[in-house]
């Protein structure tokens, strides 16, 4: 105790109660000693509280948890056991992390979380499979699992008992383990057991469910499904049990409830065609469904429900005619409600109206007379001893007759529904072992409890007597395996409640008796309950009631009102009534009410649960059996069934009464846990030693509490040993088992304390360190600052004393300068004075002098003036005469030059150039104008000056002339003077109209320039308009092409997906196709051995073909085509133009398919031919002349039909040189098309030639056989003749051989006149075709005549972009018109081909026939090749010849024999070279039998050892050679596409007569399947590997730490025997991987197979590791996060390491390396969130959320994530559009697609080793 007290210090968190919350949480704020009558502690709001502590009264509180313990998967894992821990474990889980699944022991805790939650997908299903109980997150797939192992494991039935209250979700979980059974048991043949065992639920819940104000679906009955299984566990069959149909809801629903819901779907459906006749109209119409007065649910379609009703009907066999007659049962009891009975004036009496609709529709419904059920549904007979008579009933007797009367119908219609299901689930074949799903209801106590709630609660005291005894039996079993002394638990024994119900004179006794008494009532049965249970300590009576009683059950008290109880459990109906229903004319309606003996039901031998009592016999069969007998022997039965089996436990708890999603009432759920179970566990467990650790896991954890002696120890076990009897004084509170260490409750919350306080110590001597390392280089700053502060300090003071020195030293210089300026200045100005003096008087005679030689230059400058005035008047007379000459003849040439131009003008070239500069001409001609109008203003200015210089002149010389006149009188200088002046003043007009003429001139150049410069900027105006229009509209096309470009380039991508989707589906059909075909091969192996007889039989020859495994026939898939070529293709030239490629490629294999029609219909008309040649021939020749005929007649027709063909393909090739010669004078101007029309010629020309060579061919082997048949009739006229005279047998023989050579000239001849008029009508053709050639190279000159003037009016950039549009748009055009006519030119002829090579086949036959015939003595003929004219043997190399004999013997050797091994030192793919050398001889000897004999039991040797060996090296193996032989059929094929690569001699390698094509479709489907096995075979390896390498193993030491773990930490599934499963480390699953990569690259598997392959387990290794993390608690944490990034680096390490990165297989790992991340960072701040939410971009919304809500700390210094963080990253993800997927799926398959990979190797240089066994193989 003192320990105790000792627990309750300052800081310890306890639980207090509380009337609203049931239990608070708070905190000790005083240590609390012995004998302290109240406890300090202080809530989680701050507040006090003293709270009283007493002995008795009101002990200690509960003490909390620590933080790292709430949260855990399993409840016994809380080192405190008691009821708030696990209320507040259950509510954390549940609210914080939406978690609504727990362990407590061996109970699933499965709280109903009203909301659709996707954790139940077939990827969870699949994630749980295989796994043990405690390795995974609580969920009903893992209880399901548990299960199913140890069914198979045990050897035992299971059984899952499913509790709770209605509403809690029993019935979905029920319906969830169903399907984990239905998927991982599925049957191993491909019946639907599985499906109709799914299927029986939607029926169930149509009729035994019902809304109720607690559920909307809640189910009104319980049931018990036993799912049967086979030796193989797969799902056989399944049988139902129910219990206590609620009958009572048929006829009464309490507000806001529902009936059935099987009424309203029926009501809902009503309008359909095939219920017209049932006469129902909405459910509101009718009585028994309007009774609660809301017949909706909200988001259930009643019509939708109904729909799947019926299909699950029709799923379970259940015919049309049964559903039309159960559905008329079921409208007939909604009649039956309507039937409206009016009371009689006495009162005693009723009756009911013969024109009651509803009464005509229940007996029309039901096929009986309505007379008698009108009659007997008011009277009632009775039996006395000596009569019978009939007695009038009431009308409320009346009513409760017919409601009784419904309520018998529906339970009698759900018993044969119940029935009819088990036929369908049952199974002929002997069942191994069962596992039975009991969906029961829970405890129940309501306001008014009645017979159905005491037998509920009656049910619910035997299955907890059973789970306490299962509990205590289970720790037992515990204690004794790990040989631990073992203590009696009490726990609580509910026996004597249940004897009180069910022994001799108790209650049930009591009620059957008093339903015997013919009188008895309620209040009688009441009385006697008072007087003989009164002592027991379970029955109590109310103090004010008379008429009720109380039991005191397991889980609660709970008060009975003893009204109704005789009634209900009579059960009682008038047999009237009963056999009118009887008599029904519909079979079904008879059969229902027919009585069935009772089957006594057989005893278990193992039965653990007895009544301390003996149980009363049953009453004899001529007493109809009540209800409440019914009850306890169908109860005793399902006890005896589940105490033979393993029972597991699901227990459901109802969070709220409000059905709102994920909230909790803690009042609720404490009743619900109370009465359920869960607490007595925790109190069995809490009793003795709950928690448990093994020992490795106990070290780990601990082991910082040891000291470094004690851990030198190798004995992990003597280490803890030690440490415990160190730490835990008290011996009892620990006990040491085998492999596990047991504690008290408690103990491990107090070695946390100690971990925990060990690690605040360690954490305070850290931080003591370092708070000592940080004063220490704090110290060190502060001192290193003072020392510079003192060295600036000193330096300053320097400074200023150096500045002082350096002031008084300047202050000395400034003195001494100082006292120089002023002296130098007195000097200065005594010199400037006397400098000054004598500059006056020099310059005074300086001046003098200078104005001398002013007087004379003055006078030069006059002179000079004169004679220069003189000069220019004489150049300016010159230059003006010489001027007038120029303009005259620059008129002239002007004019001249005007008409050229305007001659030019008019062609379109001056037009364009006059465009082309237009603005720069602009531009000129207004410099020029501006240019000219300066020049202009100067001119003006020069006659201004002049004429003013002229008047002075004139003035000047009049003044002279008057001064002379005055002085001197002589007349002749006066004479002179004048003419001077008249001369002037002539030159004067002249220079005037001069000046006028040049001002005109200007004038009208001005005018004309200016008119010139408006037209101009009119014009540039409507350019700069069109400009900006054409400037618009590119704009507007660029944005239309980028836009293009954007819908081109999201075309491409979608192109691109439904390409991957188109091939994924390809391949997932493929896989189907295998699955079913070795499904086939089973049941023809199974239908072999049931109908095996002795003996051989052997097919027919024509059959084998047709039962080959390669199921494609050579001809019918024509249609699919090469599709991996196709693929190969689009992958070559992009996604536009596959596309547009591959629409070309319809058109052809549409011509293909129409070809080949026509082949038939001439194969059948030779077929005709030939008969009727045969039977003609039979009459008058010998056999050996008949075939000779019918081969003649044959081989005339096939040249008939070679020449109409050679007609038809010359028509087609004029037609197509007409139709290139169009396109090509259509773009004359392109040289680059003109070349490739040229080409295209040269091609053509080239293919008539090949043509021509080949028609000579014909000709040749014509020749052949007409000389063949000469000599075979030579040969016979030589037998002939021995017998003639030898006179007379030379001249006819002569006349013959002359008349045969004059016919075959004559044919010749005919032949060759063909052959002119053919080319003859050819060169008419080509000339044709030529003029037509030349007319449309007219009209296209005229087109883009009128192209070019509409160009030459646009701008420069508008003229550039319409041309490259027009340019593209026909080089597009062109380009698709010519491939689509090439394409079909070289199919013609390949067909033109293909014929050829039948025609020579034909003949070589028949060379080889006569060569038999005349060789037919010789044992084994040899092998010989057939050598045509063409053909040269030297040419054929590289070829390998086999006897059709020995194929087998190849065959068998190549594939059935051969292993990895004994060619892994020669070439790679060795067998594919081998066997594809031996098909090119087949193909080179003409021998399609050989070559498709070859290949098919090629293909199906390959099928048959990958069957039998299923390795990874033998598949690898095989598909490296199917791969590779189909790399060699494309390579050598002869097509272009594959012949780019290919040297000079492979190409002559090529195949030359067959077309393989089908055959490598039928290799690439085998190579895709072989594919899907390789990966399927290598999943399978390292998937057992991935969980354990990837989360489980510690890549880093010492990282991981370890929780405390519950029950649950170890599956009881387990194998502790054999050492439970290995574990496998990072090491092994590289090493692994490594494995794979050495074998497929020894293999000569293609790099980009290898790369797909890695690829694909990547996906695997992240699906599978993504899963587990989203599934598992224990590893969400920082630690697993570190190992997880650290073990995703050394993979992507090792891609790199085998160049395999560039695979994609990196980017499959970017799930689980952002999860890893996710692990990592902070998660508590919004900049947090935000990281969050951008770093993980390729996870899922609800993956990240999984992972947050998951994230576990391992010790106290961690925190958890908390609420609002989650919700605000939910928030900011909600605008991604994630699937609502969690996890990730583990089966999705990439689509693989074998890329063209040619071989390099000359097949003449392949060596076969002689260890192959391969002689009888000859090198050709």
Not at 568 to 577: A, G, S
Not at 868 to 896: E, H, M, N, P, S
Not at 1500 to 1509: E, S
Request: proline share 3%; aromatic share 8%; charged share 30%.
């Amino acid at each position: 105790m003192a320990r105790q007290y000792h627990l309750y210090a300052k800081f310890t968190r306890v639980w207090i109660p509380d009337p609203e919350d049931v239990w608070k949480a708070a905190e000790i704020t005083r240590d609390y000693k012995e004998g302290d009558p109240v406890l300090h502690l202080k809530l989680e709001d701050e507040t006090p509280l003293e709270y009283p502590v007493g002995p008795k009264s009101n002990p200690l509180p509960f003490l909390r948890n620590p933080d790292i313990l709430v949260g855990e998967n399993d409840l016994t894992a809380l080192s405190y056991l008691h009821e708030p821990a696990v209320l507040h474990n259950l509510k954390v889980r549940f609210l914080e992390s939406n978690h609504i699944y727990t362990y407590c022991g061996i109970v699933l805790v499965a709280i109903n979380p009203y909301e659709q939650l996707q954790i139940y997908g077939e990827e969870v299903i699949t994630a749980y499979s295989g796994q043990n109980m405690g390795d995974m997150d609580p969920h009903i797939f893992a209880v399901a699992e548990e299960a199913y192992k140890q069914m198979a494991r045990d050897e035992r039935n299971q059984s899952i008992i499913v509790s709770g209250e209605s509403g809690a979700g029993k019935t979905v979980s029920a319906k969830y383990a169903m399907r984990f059974f239905a998927t991982v048991g599925g049957s191993s043949n491909d019946t639907t057991v599985e499906e109709k065992v799914l299927a029986s639920s939607p029926i169930m819940e149509a009729i035994g469910n019902a809304k109720t104000t607690r559920n909307d679906n809640s189910s009104r009955f319980g049931k018990y499904i036993q799912i049967g299984f086979s030796r193989r566990y797969n799902i056989i069959g399944a049988n139902m049990r129910t219990y206590l149909l609620e009958k009572s809801r048929v006829v009464f629903q309490a507000e806001d409830e529902r009936n059935y819901h099987i009424f309203y779907q029926l009501c809902a459906s009503a309008s359909l065609p095939e219920f017209k006749e049932l006469g129902l109209t909405s459910a509101e119409d009718f009585h028994f469904t309007s009774l609660g007065e809301n017949i909706f649910i909200e988001g259930v379609n009643d019509a939708e429900d109904f729909k799947k009703t019926r299909e699950a009907f029709a799923l379970l066999g259940i015919k049309d005619s049964s559903q039309s007659s159960i559905f008329k049962v079921i409208a007939a009891i909604l009649h039956l409600g309507n039937i409206v009975i009016s009371s009689e004036r006495d009162g005693e009496s009723c009756h009911i109206s013969g024109d009651d609709l509803h009464l005509k529709h229940f007996c029309r419904l039901l096929g009986v007379e309505l007379q008698q059920m009108q009659h007997w549904l008011c009277h009632r007979k009775l039996a006395t001893t000596s009569e019978t008579y009939v007695k009038s009933m009431s009308s409320k007797q009346a009513n409760n007759a017919r409601d009784a009367l419904a309520k018998h119908i529906y339970a009698r219609m759900f018993d044969w529904i119940v029935e009819h299901i088990n036929k369908a689930l049952h199974t002929s074949s002997k069942q191994h072992s069962f596992i039975g799903v009991l969906d029961i209801y829970g405890f129940e106590t309501f306001e008014v409890n009645s017979f159905e709630q005491f037998c509920i609660n009656y049910a619910n005291e035997k299955l907890q007597q059973q789970f306490n005894s299962h509990v205590f039996k289970l720790e037992q079993e515990e204690y004794m395996k790990e040989q631990i002394p073992w203590t009696l638990i009490d726990f609580y024994d509910n026996q004597s409640c249940i004897d009180l119900i069910e022994a001799r004179l108790g209650i049930l006794d009591l009620l059957d008796e008093e339903c015997k008494v013919p009188k008895g009532t309620d209040q009688n049965w009441a009385q006697k309950l008072y007087k003989q249970n009164s002592g027991s300590a379970h029955f109590q009576k109310p103090r004010m009631s008379n008429t009720s009683f109380i039991i005191v059950h397991f889980a609660d008290k709970v008060e009975y009102q003893c009204e109704g109880f005789l009634e209900k459990n009579r059960d009682t109906i008038y047999e009237e009534q009963i056999n009118i229903l009887k008599a029904s004319q519909f079979q079904l309606v008879a059969d229902l009410f027919q009585e069935k003996d009772d089957v006594v039901p057989a005893k278990s031998s193992r039965v653990n649960v007895r009544s301390a009592k003996t149980v009363p016999k049953a009453p004899n069969k001529e007493h109809r059996k009540t209800v409440g007998l019914q009850f306890r022997s169908s109860l005793t039965l399902l006890m005896e069934t589940l105490n033979a089996t393993t029972p597991h436990y699901v227990r459901c708890i109802k969070p709220n009464d409000d059905k709102e999603p994920f909230s909790f009432d803690s009042k609720r759920a404490v009743q619900q846990l109370r009465a359920c179970g869960v607490l007595e566990t925790i109190r069995i467990s809490a009793a003795g030693y709950p928690s448990r650790w093994t020992y490795p896991d106990f070290f780990s954890r601990y082991r910082v509490l040891l000291k470094k002696s004690q851990m030198m120890s190798a004995d992990k076990k003597l280490v803890c040993k030690n440490l415990l009897e160190t730490l835990i004084k008290e011996p009892d509170m620990f006990q040491f088992g085998k492999t596990k260490i047991f504690f008290r409750a408690g103990q491990v919350a107090y070695l946390e304390k100690l971990r925990a306080d060990k690690f605040r110590s360690a954490c305070i001597k850290i931080q003591k360190t370092v708070r000592g390392w940080l004063q220490r280089v704090r110290y060190r700053k502060i001192r290193k600052s003072a020392i510079a502060l003192q060295r600036y300090g000193r330096g300053y003071l320097a400074r200023r004393y150096a500045d002082f020195l350096r002031l008084t030293r300047a202050a000395v210089i400034s003195q001494k300068q100082y006292r120089m300026v002023r002296e130098r200045r007195a000097y200065l100005r005594v010199r400037q004075a006397v400098v000054t003096i004598q500059a006056f008087a020099r310059g005074m005679f300086t001046r003098r002098i200078y104005y001398e030689f002013l007087l004379h230059h003055k006078a030069m400058i006059i002179q000079k003036s004169v004679r220069g005035w003189l000069q220019r008047k004489k150049f300016r007379r010159a230059r003006d005469a010489a001027v007038t000459i120029q303009c005259a003849f620059r008129r002239t040439r002007a004019k001249r030059q005007l008409q050229q131009l305007k001659i030019e003008a008019r062609s379109a070239e001056h037009l364009k150039k006059l465009n082309t500069g237009m603005e720069n001409k602009i531009v000129q001609l207004q410099r020029k104008m501006d240019d000219q109008s300066k020049e202009y203003r100067t001119q003006n200015e020069q006659l201004v000056l002049v004429n003013t210089s002229l008047g002075a002149e004139v003035n000047k010389l009049q003044k002279q002339l008057e001064q002379v006149r005055s002085q001197q009188g002589e007349g002749g200088q006066l004479t002179s003077l004048q003419e001077e002046l008249e001369r002037l003043r002539e030159e004067l007009q002249e220079a005037s109209a001069q000046r006028k003429k040049l001002e005109e001139e200007h004038s009208n150049e001005k005018l004309g320039l200016q008119q010139r410069v408006e037209e101009l900027e009119r014009e540039n105006t409507l350019l700069k308009s069109e400009k900006e229009e054409m400037n618009r509209r590119i704009l507007q096309q660029s944005k239309s092409i980028e836009e293009d470009d954007s819908s081109l380039a999201q075309r491409e991508s979608s192109l691109q997906a439904e390409l991957d989707q188109e091939r994924q589906r390809y391949q997932n059909l493929l896989k189907e196709f295998s699955r079913l075909e070795q499904r086939y091969e089973n049941l023809k192996e199974e239908v072999s051995l049931a109908k095996f007889h002795p003996g051989h039989r052997r097919n027919p020859s024509n059959q084998s073909s047709l039962e080959s495994d390669s199921n494609y026939p050579s001809v019918s898939t024509s249609e699919v085509g090469d599709t991996e070529d196709a693929v190969q293709l689009v992958e070559e030239l992009g996604v536009e133009k596959a596309a547009m490629d591959i629409s070309l490629f319809m058109k052809l294999q549409k011509r293909v398919r129409e070809l080949e029609l026509e082949r038939k219909r001439l194969q059948v008309s030779v077929d005709k031919m030939e008969e009727l040649a045969r039977s003609k021939g039979s009459e008058a020749k010998s056999p050996a002349s008949e075939q000779e005929t019918a081969d003649l007649a044959y081989n005339n027709l096939k040249r008939q039909e070679l020449e109409s063909e050679n007609k038809k393909l010359k028509n087609d090739l004029n037609e197509l040189r007409k139709a290139v010669s169009e396109r090509a004078s259509q773009n004359n101007s392109s040289s680059e098309l003109q070349g490739s029309y040229n080409l295209l010629l040269s091609q053509l020309k080239a293919a008539n030639e090949e043509l021509d060579a080949r028609k000579e061919e014909v000709l040749i082997l014509r020749t052949q056989i007409v000389s063949t048949a000469q000599l075979m009739e030579r040969n016979e006229h030589i037998q002939e003749s021995n017998n003639v005279p030898e006179l007379n047998s030379k001249e006819p023989v002569d006349k013959e051989e002359a008349l045969r050579a004059y016919h075959g000239l004559c044919e010749s001849k005919k032949l060759l006149e063909a052959q002119l008029q053919s080319q003859s009508r050819q060169h008419k053709d080509e000339l044709e075709a030529l003029h037509t050639q030349i007319e449309l190279l007219k009209d296209d000159i005229l087109k883009k005549q009128e192209i070019l003037n509409y160009t030459s009016s646009l701008s420069p950039e508008a003229q550039v972009e319409y041309s490259i549009q027009q340019e593209i748009t026909r080089l597009t055009n062109d380009n698709l018109d010519l491939k689509e006519l090439v394409e079909k030119l070289e199919k013609n002829e390949r067909k033109l081909k293909k014929q050829l090579r039948i025609y020579m086949k034909k003949v070589q036959e028949l060379e080889v026939s006569q060569a038999d015939a005349a060789q037919t003595n010789r044992p084994r003929p040899e092998l010989c090749r057939q050598v045509t004219v063409q053909r040269k043997e030297k040419d054929f190399e590289g070829m390998l010849e086999y006897y059709k004999e020995d194929e087998a013997r190849l065959l068998k050797t190549l594939i059935t024999d051969i292993r990895p091994s004994t060619v892994s030192a020669t070439v790679p793919c060795l067998p594919a070279y081998i066997l594809f050398m031996c098909i090119r001889h087949a193909d080179y000897v003409n021998d399609d039998q050989k070559v498709e004999s070859l290949l098919t039991s090629t293909i199906n040797g390959i099928k048959k050892v990958l069957k039998k060996n299923e390795d990874f090296e033998t598949t690898s193996f095989w598909l490296a050679n199917t791969s590779r032989l189909l790399h060699c059929l494309k390579q050598y094929s002869g097509d272009e596409v594959f012949m780019t690569q290919n040297s000079a001699k492979q190409n002559e390698h090529c195949l030359k007569n067959f077309d393989l094509t089908e055959y490598r479709q039928v290799l690439s489907d085998l190579s895709i399947q072989i594919y899907q096995q390789l990966i399927k075979v290598a999943e399978g390896i390292i998937q057992p590997m991935i969980v354990s390498a990837m989360l489980e193993s510690e890549s880093i030491p010492s990282l991981a730490g370890v929780k405390p773990m519950g029950y649950r930490n170890r599956s009881s599934s387990m194998d502790t025997d054999s050492g439970g499963p290995s574990s496998y480390t990072l090491e092994a699953l590289i090493r692994q991987l490594g494995q794979f990569h050495s074998i497929m690259r020894e293999h000569g598997l293609d790099p980009e197979i290898v790369g797909q392959v890695v690829r694909q387990l990547f996906h695997c290794i992240n699906a599978v590791t993504l899963n587990n993390l989203l599934l598992r608690k224990d590893v969400c944490s920082w630690s697993t996060g570190m190992q997880l990034r650290y073990n995703t680096s050394q993979m992507e390490e090792w891609l790199r390491a085998n160049n395999l990165y560039q695979s994609k297989a990196a980017a499959t790992l970017e799930p689980i390396i952002q999860a890893a991340q996710l692990l990592q960072v902070k998660k508590k701040t919004t900049q947090d969130a935000e990281a969050i939410c951008s770093l993980c971009s390729a996870l899922s919304t609800q993956q990240i959320v999984k992972i947050l809500n998951l994230y576990t700390p391992l010790n106290e210094f961690e925190e958890r994530v908390t609420v609002s963080f989650i919700r605000n990253i939910q928030n900011r993800l909600q605008v991604r559009n994630d699937p609502p997927q969690l996890l990730v799926d583990t089966k999705q398959t990439f689509p693989v697609l074998f890329p063209y990979t040619p071989s390099a190797l000359s097949l003449e240089t392949l060596h076969i080793p002689a260890s192959l066994g391969l002689d009888f193989l000859i090198r050709v």
